[in-house]
């Protein structure tokens, strides 16, 4: 077999599967970075997809090679970093054949369905010194960056309060695809498919959380998952938060608000923000010289796939890991995995407590009789 074409200064991606979010999001954000990262493969099953894929991505450039199998890909095109945009049953395998294959992972949330999955993932990191980072892409704004640093310098004084919300809206036909709102196929409800990226962003600001109580509902869709759920969370700094996650709502809103001794800190977008989502209200005894401090940076960076594969390129460079990646990573779906357990067995889950042998860290149901799959 003849090596593959080397491109000097440049890292090798793949994409696996090429349906709407690499196509519209993994697609720009590799060409926002074509002077570090080519793509050299696409892999998926659908024929006809895979083929407009292949010629939207090489549209202007060299052509693409296409593959109906991910081994073959990893054999042929041994690519340097796969990103992966699949249905999330498939992203633990896919993401452990990369990473032995030598490759750095970027994969769509959630990165796993359990808390078991993810130590497959993290004993895969090990083995191989490769990493698998998930796609949350708005840790990675500038204003999300700005609103981190102001709060872990404590110039907002202590976080005391938060409120999480990812409310939106999904109908009928969304739930017709065939692995939506399935424990086996996307592993919950809005919980893990949509209100994750919220609480992800929630988790990286505040740090550390102990305690989840919660309740979860299936109120109008018929599926095997909740369709709304509730929490309440303390962290180890001591502050409390409320997070919702629901698929109920007319008003579509994404919003997280932190309310710190000194000021408030509030966002408010949908699907991706920029600079002027964010807003800080000081608390009445703030000088206004210390209000100008906070006032969001000058570059304007919204949140966004390209913003995210920046930073990993930037890790890979320096051969440090990914941001999004091991306990970061693993702090996000042991959260899910506790927000389920508090919410199905009616009591409070402490940080930690899901181990091996639990049976919330096998699936995110816990096999309860109320929630585990139909037979």
């Keep these: 077999m003849p090596e593959p074409p080397s491109r000097p200064g440049r890292l090798r991606a793949a994409v696996v599967g090429t349906g709407g979010i690499v196509t519209g999001c993994h697609l720009p954000a590799l060409r926002a970075h074509a002077d570090r990262v080519e793509l050299v493969a696409a892999v998926d099953v659908d024929q006809e997809r895979l083929d407009a894929f292949r010629r939207a991505a090489s549209a202007g450039g060299a052509d693409v090679p ?14 340097d970093l796969v990103l992966i ?67 872990e310098s404590g110039e907002l004084g202590r976080p005391l309060v938060a409120h999480c919300q990812t409310t939106w809206h999904r109908d009928r036909a ?40 919660a309740m979860a509902a299936r109120l109008v869709h ?12 303390r962290f180890a700094s001591g502050a409390l938060a409320t997070v919702v996650n629901s698929v109920l709502s007319p008003d579509e809103v994404s919003r997280i608000r932190i309310d710190c001794a000194d000021a408030t800190v509030e966002l408010t977008h949908l699907y991706g923000y920029g600079n002027d989502d964010w807003t800080y209200t000081p608390a009445p005894h703030v000088a206004a ?22 930073a990993l390129l930037d890790a890979h460079e320096r051969g440090a890991p990914p941001p999004g990646s091991g306990a970061e990573a693993r702090r996000t779906v042991e959260f899910a995995a506790a927000l389920y357990k508090s919410a199905f067995t009616g009591r409070p889950v402490l940080a930690g407590e899901i181990a091996p042998g639990d049976p919330y860290h096998q699936a995110m149901h816990g096999d309860h009789p109320d929630w585990s799959p139909k037979r």
């Design 66 to 79: 296409g593959y109906l199998g991910l081994d073959a890909m990893l054999a042929e095109a041994r690519p």
């Design 85 to 151: 945009g699949t249905p999330p049953a498939l992203h633990r395998e896919q993401t452990v054949a990369a990473l032995r294959a030598g490759a750095w992972v970027l994969c769509e949330k959630p990165l796993c369905l359990s808390p078991a999955e993810y130590d497959e993932i993290a004993a895969a990191e090990a083995e191989t010194g490769a990493f698998a980072s998930v796609v949350f892409q708005h840790r990675y704004g500038s204003g999300a960056r700005h609103a981190r640093r102001l709060l």
């Design 174 to 213: 969304y739930y017709a695809v065939p692995w939506r709102g399935r424990w086996a196929t996307e592993g919950g409800g809005p919980t893990m498919g949509h209100g994750i990226h919220q609480f992800d962003l929630l988790l990286h600001l505040l740090g550390d959380w102990v305690e989840v109580r």
């Design 222 to 233: 018929d599926v095997e998952s909740e369709d709304v759920s509730t929490a309440l969370v």
């Design 289 to 310: 010289e210390r209000v100008a401090a906070w006032r969001t940076p000058p570059e304007d960076v919204p949140s966004s796939h390209a913003a995210q594969l920046g």
